[in-house]
């Protein structure tokens, strides 16, 4: 996502170590810094809102940074941050589109990159515990939803699990890690990871519906669901080293 730094626009300094606002009129933004964090925000349109609370009075947390970037028309995004050194990167493009992503315990170092173009997509994400987990996601069209929990038994597990994307050739997937994970028209997709080192690679389309369910270690589950007609998808794993894949077009 580009820094909101490199734009030549009119910003204002706010609370903390840093951060950045521009909006335009109608648009509401809140950041609240307790610690060193970044904070960068663009809001181009009318009644767009944005709500950071990076870091929480009690402790010393650091490294938060938070780049959005909203245009359209009544986009809302809120992001809580605990711990250390977390990242998220969110775009909104549309109508009443929104993103919820809160952040709770563990070791931090975590990453949340989404980008929405459309009108009424929702995003909501809970990262609790451990470290070094990730999505990537990207939703287009009208009225995607997506749900995620990230949790490890305690809060000092659950590392390193992964949302991202699934490559597709003649029925045959494959994780994608240097892609966002992908939904369009209408797709719903609710996730779970408990434990470490687990893999979801999703690309569903119109009215698609996905559940996945993860539970231990080094597991995947790879959903890829596409064409003209609706699909719906339940993969449930439990245990260790487990590889699942769904492919439905």
Known sequence: MRKLLVL???VMVVMSYSGLIYAADGNTAEV???GTHEAYVFQGGLNNEATIQQGHPGNTPHGHVVDVWQEGKANVINVSQRVHN???EAM???KANEINVRRQSGWGNNMIDV???GDKNKVDILQKGGRDSA???EQ????NEFTLTQDGYDQYKGHNNQVKGVKESSGNLRFAGNRAAQQFNGALFTGTQLGDNNKIGLRQGKNDIGVIYQEGQDNMALLYQAGSVSHTATITQKGVGSKAEVCQK
């Open 140 to 143: 287009y069209n009208d009225g």
């Open 135 to 137: 999505v990537r996601l």
């Open 86 to 88: 977390n990242t998220v």
């Open 8 to 10: 030549s626009l009119a």
């Open 92 to 94: 909104q493009f549309g």
């Open 115 to 117: 980008l929405q173009d």
């Open 32 to 34: 609240e810094q307790n």
